[in-house]
C-alpha cells in the first residue's frame, strides 16, 4: 500500500507542492524528527515544566498531545499557518473558562508565595500526619477509611522526599474523610497560595 500511495504521490509531488523524492518514515525516525522540532521551539526549561505538569495532572502527557495534533494537521493538510491561528483560537477560548488571573500589584510577592508555599506545605503534611495517627489509633474498619490511609501514608512518604503530589492524589484525599482533615487545617492559606 505505502509502495502505491508513493507511487502516486511521486507523480504528482510537484503539483502538490512536495519534493519527488519522498520515502516512509519509521516510528524511530519520526520521534527523533519530533525532538528535534519541539527543541527548536521550546524556550529553555519549558520541556522541563511541562513534564512537571503531566506529572501533577495525572497522566495528561504533552508529548503525546503534540504528536496528534501534528498526525492530525498532517492527515487534514493543515497548513502551518493555520495551524498556528487555530492554537490561538484554542487557547483564548480556554482562558475563557479560566478565571482571569489576578492584578500584578494585588498579587503577592516571590518571597510572599514562597512563605505562603511553605506554609501551606507543612499544613498539608501534618494534616495528612494527624488523619494517618487518628486512623491509626481508632481504626473503623471500613475500606473506605482503609483507602484514604493508604493514600495519604503514600502522599506522606512522597511530600517528605520533596515530590509535588499530582492532582490526582489531592482529589483522592479531598473525596475522603482524609479530606476533611487536610482541608480544615488548610482553608486559611489555601486560596493564597492557588491564587500565587
Sequence with gaps: ??????????????ELGLSPRLRVTDEDEAARELDVALASVLASGHAEAFEELSHRLGGVFWRDAVERIVASARANGVVPAELARMGAEASAGLRELLSPPADDAARPDDAARSDDAARLDAALLQALKQFADAVETAPDGTKQTAEALQTARRCLVAARS???????????????????????????????????
Design 1 to 14: 500500500m505505502n509502495a502505491v500511495c508513493g507511487r502516486i504521490v511521486a507523480d504528482f509531488a510537484f
Design 162 to 196: 520533596g515530590q509535588r503530589l499530582p492532582w490526582s492524589d489531592w482529589a483522592k484525599l479531598g473525596r475522603s474523610r482524609a479530606g476533611e482533615t487536610v482541608c480544615g487545617a488548610c482553608r486559611a492559606i489555601a486560596p493564597r497560595r492557588v491564587a500565587s
